[in-house]
């Protein structure tokens, strides 16, 4: 899907082109974003208008070091896209990267940066929700490594764009015991107790 930003195209890659290209990378990384609620609920519902992937900040210089040849650009807030350079540390306010086979090229993938402190994930909006690092991810049956929906949820719980609706309908149905706990509790924490989604978690 195809579509025009100020800073230019983009064309994201495939989910199957985007794990081929993230294979030479040692670390730990996972498919984010919408397609991380589809492959939690086992089925593709919606287009997509970019391929986001969560890396570690503490491993960001690993993905630059897997992709030598591709261009990267580091999105300062509140909105400015600048070049990354190798082997530059991104600053800790920085958390969106993105990448791009050559200049003429449209944008293919953007890589979100997030903190950990110890063995746990730390939610970059509010630093009290925090969980394990071995619960931040999973994997789908054909292999892919992605966000927990509870957690990319939690991320999507702020704009609540159309798109963001839908991917809390069809995660719904599909969340555990213990992730709807654990999504009412942080969305509550983040957001308020009269946040909608609160709510028809509350309800069951």
């Known amino acids: 899907m195809r579509t025009e930003t100020p800073w230019g195209t983009w064309d994201p890659l495939s989910l199957p082109e985007t794990v081929a290209l993230l294979a030479p990378l040692s670390g730990p990384w996972w498919i984010a974003g919408g397609y991380a609620v589809e492959l ?3 089925r593709a519902y919606r287009e997509h208008a ?3 992937v969560l890396l570690l900040r503490r491993d960001q210089l690993a ?3 897997a992709l030598p040849h ?3 650009w ?3 807030p509140p909105g400015t896209l600048r070049p990354w350079r190798s082997g530059e540390v ?3 306010e ?3 990267i993105w990448c791009r086979p050559g200049p003429d090229e449209p944008w293919r993938v953007q890589f979100m940066l997030d903190d950990v402190v110890g063995e746990d994930w730390v939610f970059r909006r509010d630093p009290r929700i925090r969980l394990p690092l071995d619960r931040l991810g999973a994997v789908s049956g054909d292999g892919v490594p992605h966000v927990v929906p509870q957690v990319q949820l939690l991320y999507k719980s702020r704009s609540r764009r159309p798109k963001d609706e839908r991917d809390f309908e069809a995660a719904l149905p599909v969340l555990g015991e213990d992730q709807r706990a654990w999504l009412t509790e942080t969305i509550t924490l983040a957001e308020g107790a009269d946040h909608p989604w609160a709510a028809r978690l509350r309800a069951g």
Do not use: K, N, S, T
């Open 40 to 42: 939690a609920v086992g």
């Open 50 to 52: 970019d391929i986001d």
């Open 63 to 65: 993905v630059q070091r």
């Open 70 to 72: 591709w261009e990267w």
């Open 74 to 76: 580091a999105a300062d």
């Open 90 to 92: 991104l600053p800790e």
């Open 94 to 96: 920085v958390h969106d």
